[in-house]
């Protein structure tokens, strides 16, 4: 879950690390100013850093969102509308920055005294929305319904190793673990470590996260939520750190493509991220306002959901990705703004690794040309001619829509009947999390974006038993290398491992890669300061929204 050039922290243990696989905003930068690869239209796009800042105060301002959020419970913040709106109003343990970097949040600072644990020391005077103040029992509370099973936590796998969470101090929490895990200490930016008051979760009960306040600490709170139009945010005046500039935000549910960009063009809202890409040229066009490209350490995918069907022949899976025009889509579906790629990963990802790892990672991967005669060859050694496939599809926008045609066009020229089932939009996000709901189902379009700067994020969909191993891929040795991956805190040496695991999904096309997508975001000329980067995620980024004049 769906950036670039991480210039990664030494890794030493025993010392205080706030990065491991960290971002800087010089490498940012350079980043944006090389062509893109992978053959797209270059003039398409072209990656900004950031937008102007602020210059002053706002009363409120208007947020387009494709969907309205199911629950703002931080258990379930997986998915773009959930987090759009939630790392607004909680906060975690550590922050991502928009130059996507990992920076103090709640903890002002995280110590690794030894290589099974993590010290967090809490900021003092950090008042939750009902007015009282934030401490460690908070914390080892919050952290503990993410860890209870019954819960079914979104975010149960980053605490897979984790042996306890206790209170050691008025305002410091300590972390055991079962063994060394490099990845958890960059998750605690992400909603897996966001603090809620134990007070104000244990008196909503189940109704935590779809009715009334969310008693969290950041720097607005849940205001009014029409349900099925929109939700309100105010401007929280007793948050710890620099107050909003605006003293409130609506986020307006938009599940029409063609509704949000009509109300981004007549000023009905102020802007907008994951823009629909077949306005792109519109907005850039008759905009009121400017459309950004940001980095986004996101690719679009195929997710193979079923392994009992056709695509349990790993030829079937071969053929439909050598089938693919990869390039035809980016033209249509991404309107020229991505590039295509045979890799699961963004190259972003491995911008820290040295560079023979990086050579590793990507050599040898899935093929991007379409190859028909051969793809035909492997259809018809599988005896799969004329066997039927099941895309599901849906109107979120064109990027879902036209990927789905073009999977179907894709099959025709092979021998295989691809049939496409239409999703509503606000029911796609099931697919994720509902296993009936992939019930039927062979093959989702899916961008996914790394919640944290590191390959493993992704590469660890597909050890045995994963969130996201929605076709039950099960191998020892792929889990004995995420495990030695996990457990690796210097950067080179876990980049080498990952690169071996890189190399397996692809062979195995587990996930059939088809494009990086960069971030977009449209600001009209009333406002500014959003940023650009997939951090608006984790990022409290409404915050810095204010007036452009």
């Not at 980049?495 to 990086?516: C, D, F, H, K, N």
Request: glycine letters at 8%; hydrophobic letters at 40%; charged letters at 20%.
């Amino acid at each position: 879950m769906t950036p670039t050039a991480p210039a990664r922290g030494a890794g030493a243990r025993g010392r205080l690390v706030l990065a491991t696989a960290l971002l800087s905003a010089a490498a940012l930068v350079a980043a944006c100013s090389g062509p893109p690869r992978g053959g797209a239209d270059q003039a398409a796009f072209r990656l900004s850093a950031d937008t102007p800042p602020a210059k002053g105060e706002l009363d409120s301002f208007t947020w387009a969102t494709y969907a309205e959020p199911p629950t703002l419970d931080y258990l379930q913040a997986f998915d773009y509308p959930q987090n759009t709106v939630l790392s607004n109003v909680c906060e975690s343990l550590m922050r991502w920055t928009p130059q996507l970097t990992l920076a103090p949040g709640l903890a002002e600072k995280a110590s690794n005294p030894d290589p099974a644990t993590w010290v967090y020391d809490l900021r003092s005077g950090v008042h939750f929305h009902d007015g009282t103040v934030m401490t460690a029992d908070d914390v080892v509370y919050s952290l503990g319904r993410q860890m209870n099973p019954d819960n079914a936590a979104a975010w149960a796998q980053v605490f897979q190793n984790v042996e306890s969470v206790t209170r050691t101090g008025p305002l410091q929490v300590t972390v055991k673990l079962k063994q060394p895990d490099s990845q958890f200490p960059q998750y605690m930016a992400t909603a897996a470590g966001v603090v809620a008051a134990k007070a104000g979760v244990e008196a909503a009960g189940k109704d935590y996260g779809t009715s009334g306040g969310l008693d969290c600490t950041g720097p607005f709170m849940l205001g009014t939520w029409a349900k099925g139009q929109s939700i309100e945010l105010q401007r929280f005046d007793g948050y710890w750190g620099a107050k909003a500039k605006s003293k409130k935000v609506v986020f307006s549910f938009l599940t029409d493509a063609s509704a949000r960009t009509n109300a981004m063009l007549t000023g009905d809202v102020d802007g907008g991220y994951l823009i629909p890409t077949e306005s792109y040229d519109r907005l850039k066009r008759e905009g009121p306002g400017t459309l950004y490209f940001g980095e986004g350490l996101s690719t679009v995918n195929l997710n193979v959901t079923s392994m009992n069907g056709p695509l349990g022949d790993l030829r079937v899976r071969q053929a439909l990705s050598l089938a693919l025009d990869r390039s035809g889509f980016v033209r249509t579906g991404l309107a020229g703004a991505g590039t295509v790629t045979g890799s699961l990963t963004t190259r972003a990802a491995w911008a820290g690794a040295p560079e023979d790892v990086r050579k590793a990672a990507f050599d040898h991967l899935t093929p991007t040309a379409p190859d028909i005669d051969r793809a035909k060859a492997l259809v018809k050694e599988a005896g799969a001619e004329g066997r039927t496939l099941t895309v599901a599809t849906s109107t979120i926008g064109q990027d879902v829509s036209l990927l789905a045609t073009a999977v179907q066009a894709a099959g025709a020229k092979i021998g295989l009947n691809v049939q496409l089932k239409t999703i509503a939009p606000n029911a796609f996000t099931a697919l994720f999390t509902d296993a009936k709901a992939r019930e039927g189902i062979d093959l989702f379009p899916e961008t996914y974006y790394d919640s944290v700067t590191d390959p493993l994020d992704l590469l660890a969909n597909f050890r045995t038993g994963a969130y996201q191993n929605y076709a039950g891929f099960s191998d020892k040795a792929y889990d004995d290398l995420v495990d030695q991956a996990t457990a690796e805190y210097d950067p080179a040496r876990r980049g080498a491992i990952e690169a071996r695991l890189q190399q397996t999904a692809s062979e195995q096309l587990l996930w059939i890669p088809v494009a990086e997508w960069p971030t977009s975001v449209f600001l009209n000329k009333r406002v500014t300061g959003a940023p650009t980067t997939i951090s608006y995620m984790y990022y409290p980024w409404a915050a810095d929204v204010g007036a452009a004049r």
